[in-house]
């Protein structure tokens, strides 16, 4: 992930605008306001929190993210922003040693190691080659009931019970033992002998918030088989106290509806999401972690309704989970993760999968039911108090449970709340506000300490699950024991442009995406047309003409959305610098372009850029260590050129930039439509004509493009 992503991934574009347009209000899925950079009466300037972008369709005509906000707003270069916002983010903006650089390589080999193994897995559950294979097929289709899209989409997979299935199937791929050990995928024992850490178990790959798989849960098929779930260990890419289940599907629908459910299990999430309830997530682990509790507020949810399993390893994991939120919501975080906390509690003992299996039409009257934490917390730590509770046993409550309602609660003194622990613990209003004070007063003062003390220490990773991949070792000749490897059907994947067209508000709740969404490739056709500009400037100028002959001497379309090449038709920030960088060097002379690029980029960016530069060759050696030969390269050229007979290669660029252009268009025409109907509900006649006009213009240049991009010859 590049500097700007991480800085990305921690700021809210919303929360940041707002800080300089407290005007900023939401409306349906998008946030209006009178745009900051210029007089108007009637909003223009339109944040979108799905795209994390804004946009103004007013007299400033400008757009983009985070970066170009904070730019515009205060007046700043590329590289005054890149430092203070990831400041604010706390991320530290330095350009990468050859150590940090090799580390970021690697990282990204592990995540292709994983991808592969999650494709080997779903394949092998799929194909039921055998009958363990079948078996575990029916597990999933008749005992957990899911279905054939649910499985597909989720790449739930099996993981065969041979002591080498993995192992070779990795090693032909090139990648070495330590490798795969590393990666999660394989234990080591005394003795240095590898085998496969998972073994004839069902296989749920773990996503990261951006839809990468960083590891795995495994659920025992065999009743002897302990422990019952095994997920990946701690790795570069894994852990589980930083990670949720299921937020790559869950977080637009948790923005949308401003609330996230939290459940215990991964088959719980799954199974709510099967039943089209998407604001489900998993917390990964007995209670949940301040880390995960940042992961999704202020962000995405300003309600949190815990729904752990109702015995009493559950209870215990809800106090814990909400013993952290009292710490996160009263330590540097002050005002800012102002979040209401609900219990909800399933009748019968159920967990959430089997209720969810059985009614899942009933899944909406017990989120609504949902307790709110100062109940709850009461009714948990004072039912075991007996009539004649001394006075030290009581304290030792109202400790426990004032702090909590201190966190979560608009107002600790409401007459309700306080009058009901009073009544409980029969102990005075009085006492117990002024304990709370007291509790305050030592949490604050011990956070204090705590920052001061980590602002002292390295960072540390946290403590590694070490549960054992199995309580047997593998027989000493396990070599013999393994199944012949039978490499899975080469497939690739290859999404369009413009994928996942966004639903409207009233529509019913969206399916469940694919494994990459329109955000993901949006990014990489940027790149890929950013790069290929880099490598042949001329593709700018060929990219114009068609645009100029598409608006068909249209002063209009020339000057909008038919107009040339520019920064707004990337939505990331770093790649817009860089293009600004190729067009001011496409007007010098001096230099090659692309050597002025390189001259002239922010420091921060240049791993980002190298990266851009390589080959479809370099890439490959990356992700395979470096094995490849230069007969390989040979051979590789001559696939190429024989797999795309007939392909005029500059004609296919500059088509890709076309649907980079089309992906713009379509996302301002959404938003555009946004504004006419707020102009129309606001009787705003002028302001919905004007935005109307806008409209239409949009929508011719959408349908030339299109033209422009299906036709087979210019």
């Not at 749920?204 to 590891?215: S, T």
Request: contains cysteine.
């Amino acid at each position: 992930m590049s500097v700007t992503e991480q800085i990305k991934a921690r700021l809210d574009i919303v929360q940041y605008v707002q800080q300089y347009v407290p005007q900023l209000k939401k409306a349906g899925r998008y946030y209006k306001a009178c745009c900051p950079f210029h007089s108007e009466n009637t909003p223009s300037f339109v944040v979108n929190p799905d795209t994390q972008s804004w946009r103004c369709f007013g007299a400033c005509a400008e757009g983009g993210d985070i970066f170009s906000f904070a730019m515009k707003q205060n007046n700043w270069s590329f590289s005054e922003a890149l430092h203070e916002l990831g400041r604010q983010a706390g991320v530290q903006v330095t350009q990468q040693t050859p150590e940090q650089q090799h580390q970021a390589e690697q990282v990204e080999r592990l995540r292709a190691m994983l991808q592969t193994s999650a494709d080997f897995y779903h394949q092998h559950l799929l194909s039921q080659v055998d009958d363990a294979a079948r078996s575990a097929y029916t597990y999933v289709r008749e005992k957990r009931g899911f279905t054939d899209e649910t499985i597909e989409r989720y790449q739930i997979g099996y993981a065969p019970a041979g002591w080498q299935n993995m192992m070779k199937a990795l090693t032909e791929l090139g990648y070495a033992n330590n490798e795969i050990v590393e990666a999660g995928l394989a234990s080591q024992n005394d003795k240095g002998r590898v085998y496969d850490r998972f073994r004839n178990r069902l296989m749920i790959p773990i996503r990261d918030d951006r839809g990468r798989i960083v590891g795995f849960g495994a659920r025992a098929l065999d009743p002897d088989d302990n422990p019952k779930y095994l997920n990946s260990p701690q790795s570069e890419v894994f852990d589980k106290s930083h990670l949720l289940f299921g937020l790559d599907v869950a977080k637009e629908a948790i923005r949308q509806s401003e609330t996230a459910v939290i459940v215990e299990g991964y088959m719980d999430v799954i199974q709510a999401h099967q039943a089209g309830y998407l604001n489900v997530i998993a917390q990964m682990g007995t209670a949940m972690t301040e880390s995960q509790l940042r992961l999704i507020v202020p962000r995405y949810a300003s309600k949190i309704i815990m729904a752990l399993d109702a015995d009493a390893a559950g209870q215990n994991a809800t106090r814990r989970s909400l013993e952290v939120a009292r710490q996160a919501l009263q330590a540097d975080y002050t005002g800012k993760l102002s979040v209401d906390i609900r219990v909800m509690q399933i009748t019968n003992g159920k967990d959430p999968d089997d209720f969810l299996r059985e009614t899942p039409e009933q899944w909406p009257q017990i989120v609504d039911a949902a307790r709110p934490v100062a109940d709850f917390v009461i009714d948990l730590e004072t039912a075991e108090l007996t009539a004649d509770a001394s006075l030290q046993a009581r304290q030792r409550v109202a400790e426990r449970v004032l702090p909590i309602l201190s966190a979560s609660e608009n107002n600790l003194y409401t007459q309700e709340n306080l009058q009901k622990l009073a009544l409980r613990l029969r102990i005075s209003e009085q006492d117990l506000i002024d304990w709370a004070a007291e509790l305050r007063k030592t949490a604050r003062q011990k956070e204090q300490r705590a920052a001061a003390q980590r602002q002292r220490e390295d960072h540390q990773p946290p403590v590694t699950d070490d549960a054992p991949a199995s309580s047997y070792e593998p027989p000493l000749f396990f070599d013999d024991d393994a199944a012949p490897y039978e490499p899975d059907d080469e497939r690739t994947f290859l999404p369009g442009v413009d994928e996942g067209i966004k639903s409207s508000p009233t529509s019913k709740p969206a399916p469940m995406p694919a494994r990459l969404t329109s955000r993901h490739t949006s990014r990489a056709a940027e790149a890929h047309c950013l790069r290929m500009l880099l490598i042949n400037p001329d593709l700018l100028f060929q990219a114009n003409r068609r645009l100029r002959e598409l608006a068909q001497e249209s002063h209009d379309l020339i000057t909008g959305p038919l107009g040339d090449i520019s920064t707004d038709d990337f939505s990331q920030s770093d790649y817009r610098v860089i293009l600004d960088l190729l067009l001011a060097a496409i007007m010098q002379d001096e230099m090659e372009p692309i050597d002025f690029v390189r001259a002239n980029v922010d420091d921060a960016l240049l791993p980002e850029l190298k990266q851009m530069l390589l080959t479809e060759v370099d890439t490959l050696q990356q992700q395979i260590g470096g094995r490849f030969s230069a007969e390989h390269v040979q051979i590789w050229g001559s696939f190429k050129r024989q797999s795309l007979p007939g392909i005029d290669v500059d004609e296919d660029v500059v088509k890709r930039i076309l649907q980079v252009r089309r992906h713009r268009v379509q996302r301002e025409r959404e938003e555009i439509l946004f504004l006419v109907t707020e102009a129309e509900r606001s009787h705003d006649k002028q302001a919905a004509r004007d935005h109307g006009v806008q409209c239409m213009l949009l929508n011719t240049a959408s349908h030339r493009l299109t033209q422009a991009i299906t036709s087979r010859q210019h």
